[in-house]
C-alpha cells in the first residue's frame, strides 16, 4: 500500500502545476483592465477622427522582421488621431495603476510625438469621431522629440477645488526619448501612495512625488502664500549696491579723446613689396557667356582671380604702415563704485495668503474613459502595440517578459550585425554607446538649463560621426561651467563651446527645412565657384 501511494504522487505533479498555471492566469485577467495586441484589425474596435486636421492613415501593419502586428502611422508630415472607448471608466484613485504600451520607431524620430493621451469623461454631445487635440486628458505619457525637445511626457491634468480649473502639471526632468529604431516599453505606474515610477524596457528612469513642488511644474499643491499684486515699490526705494563715489575726481592725465590705436611710424614696408601690382586681376582665362546682353544684364566684366605675381611676394598694392595699441589710450573715465549707504536690498512684495491654495493627501484624478492617440510627425513608421492597463506590476512585467523582449532581443541582434556590416560613414557599435552614455548624462537633473545644448551637440554626431570627439569636448566644457558656478559663485558663466568640425562631412539634411535651406545651398554653390578673394597683407 505504501509502495501505491509513492506512485500516485508523481501523477499528481502535472495536475498541481497546471492548476497553479490556471491560478496565475486567473489572476492576470483580473489585474487587467485594458488591453489591446492590434493582432486582429483595429476597424470597428477604434474610431479613427474624421477632423479635417487629421490626414494621416493609420494601417494595421506587421513589425518590421516579425509576424506580429500593431498600429502604424503611415505616412510623413501628418497629424494623426485615433480613439478607443473603454467598456467601463478607469479610476485612478484606489490602488496601483499600471499604463503600458510599446512602440518601435521603425524610421528613427526626428521630429514628432509617439505619446497616448489617457483621455477624461467629455462634454454632454461629444462625439468619439470628433476626437482631437482640445479633448481634454487626464495624463499624456510618452515619447516626443523635435528640435530641443527629447523627452517621455508625463503631464496630467488636475482640476483646482478652489477655482474649478483644469491645470496641466508636467513631470520634472524626464528621461529621453532612447535613439534607435527598436522596440521600446513605456511604463506608468501610479501607486495610492503617490508615487510615481517612469520605466523604460522595465529600467526605471525617474520616480517622483505628485505633491512634492519639485518633482512637477507647476506644483500640485499651489503655495500657500503668493506676492500681493496690489503691493507696490515706495520710489525712495533704493536696490543699488554700488553707486559712483559721488567724491572721487578724474585724474588730470586722463585723456578721453586719446584713441585706442595708433599707426605704427617704426613700421617698415617689407622688401619685395609689389605697389604697382594690385592683389587682384582679371581672369585671363573667362570669356563672356554666348547669352550675356549688355542692354539687360550691363556691361560684362571678367571675374577677379589672385594676382599670381602676389603669390610669392611679402604683399600687393598700396602699402600702408599697420596700426597698433595706444599706449595713452585709456577709454572714457568712469568714477569707482562704492557701497552705497542708502541700499535696502532688493524690492519685493509683501506675501498674503493664497486664495487658491488646497491641501491634498493624494491627487484627485479624473478616471479614464478613452484611449487616445492624437499626434503630429515628420516621420512614418511608428508602430504602437500592446497597450496595457492593470492593476498590478507584476501583469505588466509579464507582458514585458512575453510580448515585448522577444522581438527586443531579435532586433538587438540584427542591429549588432548591422553595426559591424557598416561602412565608415555609419555608426560604429562603439558610437552606440557612447551616444547612449551621453543621453544619460543630458538626463542629469543639475544640467537641466543645458540638456537643449547637450541634445543639439548629441545630434549632430550622429549624423557626423567624425565629430564626435568635438561633441565629447564640448559636453565636458559645459560641465565645467556649470561646477564653475557652482565652486565660486557669482554671475552665471558664459557657456562657450568650441565647434565641432568636420573634415570630410558635409552638413546633411533631412529635407524638413524652409525655403531659406535652398537658398542657402545656392549660397554655397556660388561660393565653390567665385574665385576665393586672398586676405590682404598690407598691415605686416
Known amino acids: 500500500m505504501r509502495m501505491e501511494g509513492r506512485r500516485r504522487i508523481p501523477r499528481l505533479a502535472p495536475a498541481l502545476t497546471l492548476l497553479l498555471t490556471g491560478f496565475a492566469f486567473l489572476q492576470i485577467r483580473a489585474s487587467e483592465i485594458f488591453y489591446e495586441s492590434f493582432e486582429e484589425p483595429f476597424e470597428g474596435r477604434w474610431v479613427v477622427s474624421e477632423k479635417d486636421d487629421y490626414k494621416g492613415v493609420w494601417k494595421h501593419s506587421k513589425s518590421e522582421g516579425h509576424d506580429d502586428y500593431g498600429l502604424l502611422v503611415s505616412e510623413k508630415a501628418r497629424k494623426y488621431a485615433i480613439v478607443k472607448e473603454l467598456d467601463e471608466m478607469v479610476s485612478l484613485k484606489d490602488g496601483t495603476i499600471v499604463l503600458q504600451y510599446e512602440v518601435r520607431l521603425q524610421n528613427g524620430l526626428e521630429c514628432g510625438g509617439a505619446y497616448l493621451k489617457y483621455l477624461r469623461p467629455q462634454a454632454a454631445g461629444w462625439k468619439v469621431k470628433e476626437f482631437d487635440n482640445e479633448s481634454p486628458y487626464?495624463?499624456?505619457?510618452?515619447?516626443?522629440?523635435?528640435?530641443?525637445?527629447n523627452k517621455v511626457h508625463f503631464i496630467f491634468k488636475h482640476k483646482n477645488?478652489?477655482?474649478?480649473?483644469?491645470?496641466?502639471h508636467h513631470l520634472k526632468n524626464p528621461a529621453s526619448v532612447p535613439n534607435d529604431k527598436l522596440s521600446h516599453v513605456y511604463t506608468a505606474v501610479l501607486k495610492p501612495d503617490n508615487e510615481l515610477r517612469i520605466l523604460i524596457d522595465g529600467e526605471e528612469k525617474k520616480k517622483a512625488n505628485f505633491l512634492l513642488a519639485e518633482d512637477f511644474e507647476p506644483a500640485l499643491i499651489p503655495p500657500k502664500t503668493i506676492p500681493d499684486p496690489d503691493d507696490k515699490k515706495p520710489e525712495d526705494w533704493d536696490e543699488r549696491a554700488k553707486i559712483p563715489d559721488p567724491d572721487a575726481v578724474k585724474p588730470d592725465e586722463w585723456d578721453e579723446d586719446a584713441p585706442m590705436e595708433i599707426v605704427d611710424e617704426e613700421a617698415v614696408k617689407p622688401e619685395g613689396w609689389l605697389d604697382d601690382e594690385p592683389e587682384e586681376i582679371d581672369d585671363p582665362e573667362a570669356t563672356k557667356p554666348e547669352d550675356w546682353d549688355d542692354e539687360e544684364d550691363g556691361e560684362w566684366e571678367a571675374p577677379k582671380i589672385d594676382n599670381p605675381k602676389c603669390e610669392t611676394a611679402p604683399g600687393c598694392g598700396e602699402w600702408k604702415r599697420p596700426m597698433q595699441r595706444n599706449p595713452a589710450y585709456k577709454g572714457k573715465w568712469h568714477a569707482p563704485l562704492i557701497d552705497n549707504p542708502n541700499y535696502k536690498g532688493i524690492w519685493k512684495?509683501?506675501?498674503?495668503?493664497?486664495?487658491?491654495y488646497f491641501e491634498l493627501e493624494r491627487p484627485d484624478f479624473e478616471p479614464i474613459a478613452a484611449i487616445g492617440l492624437e499626434i503630429w510627425t515628420m516621420q512614418d513608421g511608428i508602430l504602437f502595440d500592446n497597450i496595457l492597463i492593470a492593476s498590478d506590476e507584476k501583469v505588466a512585467e509579464t507582458y514585458r517578459e512575453t510580448t515585448w523582449k522577444p522581438k527586443f532581443e531579435v532586433e538587438k541582434e540584427k542591429q549588432k550585425e548591422e553595426d559591424k556590416d557598416a561602412d565608415s560613414h555609419g555608426l560604429s557599435a562603439i558610437h552606440k554607446k557612447v551616444f547612449d552614455v551621453l543621453y544619460k548624462i543630458a538626463d542629469v537633473p543639475f544640467l537641466e538649463p543645458y540638456k537643449p545644448k547637450i541634445l543639439d551637440l548629441i545630434e549632430k554626431a550622429e549624423k557626423q560621426p567624425n565629430i564626435t570627439v568635438g561633441v565629447l569636448v564640448s559636453i565636458v566644457v559645459i560641465i565645467l561651467t556649470f561646477f564653475f558656478k557652482i565652486l565660486f559663485g557669482g554671475k552665471k558663466p558664459a557657456v562657450i563651446v568650441p565647434e565641432a568640425r568636420s573634415e570630410a562631412a558635409p552638413d546633411t539634411?533631412?529635407?524638413q527645412g524652409s525655403g531659406g535651406d535652398e537658398e542657402d545651398e545656392d549660397e554655397k554653390e556660388e561660393t565653390a565657384a567665385a574665385p576665393r578673394r586672398r586676405s590682404t597683407r598690407r598691415e605686416t
Open 161 to 168: 477645488p478652489k477655482t474649478g480649473e483644469y491645470v496641466e
Open 138 to 149: 487626464t495624463i499624456m505619457f510618452g515619447p516626443d522629440k523635435c528640435g530641443s525637445t
Open 349 to 356: 512684495p509683501q506675501e498674503i495668503p493664497n486664495p487658491d
Open 509 to 511: 539634411s533631412d529635407g
